[in-house]
């Protein structure tokens, strides 16, 4: 079975930088070339097409960074060379991330015509304490309108991030949050627990935040609100109504391949004799906007791969298929006979002959079951 390819860009630029956020983002200080950035996106994809051994991307995804600070024209540009480049799958999902500070009608439409077909929100918290809290420059009614408005256009899809375990939040500032998030209808959800990371504002000075206790209920009584208003949890954070999930992370998440453009992009692609790539793009715009793409290349040494396919399938509730460990790591079963039997024995995962399903214990342990594969 071929290996599914999906395409990531990196759109690296942001108008505020949020004092959690440990993302590739530079805050603008003037105006960049957004034109010259996507001509060296386009000339960046075209050295990595031997990659691809002639095979069509599945899916497209436009992170950032903001990328809606890119105007639907140069969005357009960009996914039109794209197609001259490499064939793209006629029903492929192709996603823009935006903030709702940096959306209009207008932009939001130009990126439909553009072939763009599933808009990720950055709406994060709606009350106006928490996000200015979270350093954000947009308010709650920009959040909803850009919702409402992604909602009115029909497209196949759109998501809503929102973010929980605020500094001072309650657990009914949560579920308000929620509540008036699943009023606005996303077919996809992505509820993360805000994490301090080292290199942030808040990693020098963190902010107080809701104890383990109060994250436990918070996360409990929101899965249960999710559920029972039908949303599917398929991952710790993801959450969609049936049939709209989201196909880009769960192509990462099943250890599928991707192309990664774009400042500080990363890829993973699998070579014809087995082996697996990964590649790194250079980080800042300036040395990338120099024409400096590829900052790493190396292969996955193949004892590091059990690890790697598990790190990222385990992450996902569904069964994991034995012959997909087969397919994405060209490894025969035998490798991991030894630390699979530890993990049934040790009750994080049960199997049938054609499957692996991680227990509850296991997902409590996911870290003690994935050190299996070390
Ligand atoms: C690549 S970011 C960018 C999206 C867009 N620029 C925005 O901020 O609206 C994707 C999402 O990751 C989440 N995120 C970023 N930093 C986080 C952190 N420290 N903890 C939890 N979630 C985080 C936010 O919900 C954010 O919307
Ligand atoms: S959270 Fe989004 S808007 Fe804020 S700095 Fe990170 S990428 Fe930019």
């Known amino acids: 079975m071929e290996i599914p390819l999906s395409l990531y860009i990196h759109m690296p630029w942001c108008v505020h930088k949020c004092p959690y956020c440990d993302f590739n983002s530079h805050t603008l200080k003037q105006t960049p070339d957004y034109a010259a950035y996507i001509n060296h996106l386009l000339a960046d994809l ?44 006629q029903n492929a999902e192709i996603t823009i991330e935006a903030n709702p500070n940096s959306v209009d009608v207008a932009r939001f439409t130009g990126y439909q015509q553009a072939g763009i077909n599933r808009i990720s929100i950055g709406v994060q918290s709606l009350q106006a304490d928490k996000l200015q809290a979270l350093g954000r420059v947009h308010n709650p009614l920009e959040a909803i309108n850009a919702a409402k408005l992604a909602h009115s256009l029909n497209l196949h899809s759109f998501n809503l991030d929102l973010m929980h375990g605020l500094p001072n939040q309650s657990l009914d500032d949560a579920l308000f949050d929620l509540s008036q ?58 959450y969609a109504k049936p049939g709209f999930k989201c196909q880009h992370n769960l192509n990462y998440w099943r250890f599928g391949d991707y192309l990664g453009i774009g400042c500080g992009a990363h890829g993973k692609l699998t070579q014809a004799d087995g082996q697996i790539r990964r590649t790194v793009k250079t980080r800042h715009p300036k040395g990338y906007l120099q024409g400096r793409y590829l900052a790493q290349s190396y292969l996955v040494p193949k004892q590091e791969l059990p690890f790697e396919f598990f790190m990222n399938r385990f992450r996902l509730i569904e069964p994991t298929p034995k012959q997909e460990f087969i397919e994405r790591t060209a490894l025969p079963l035998q490798t991991i006979d030894q630390p699979i039997a530890q993990a049934l024995e040790q009750g994080y995962l049960t199997e049938t002959a054609h499957h692996w399903q991680v227990t509850e214990h296991g997902k409590l342990f996911l870290n003690s079951l994935l050190e299996l594969f070390l």
């Open 46 to 89: 075209k050295q990595d097409l031997p990659l691809c051994q002639q095979r069509a991307l599945q899916t497209i995804f436009i992170g950032g960074g903001t990328p809606s600070l890119f105007s639907a024209e140069l969005i357009d540009r960009l996914l039109t060379q794209i197609h001259q480049l490499i064939p793209i799958n």
């Open 181 to 238: 998030v699943i009023d606005l209808s996303p077919p996809h959800l992505s509820w993360y627990q805000l994490t301090i990371e080292p290199n942030t504002l808040f990693g020098a000075k963190p902010p107080r935040l809701p104890d383990d206790d109060n994250l436990w209920d918070i996360y409990q009584q929101g899965d249960a609100l999710l559920t029972a208003k039908g949303y599917q949890q398929y991952e710790i954070s993801a």
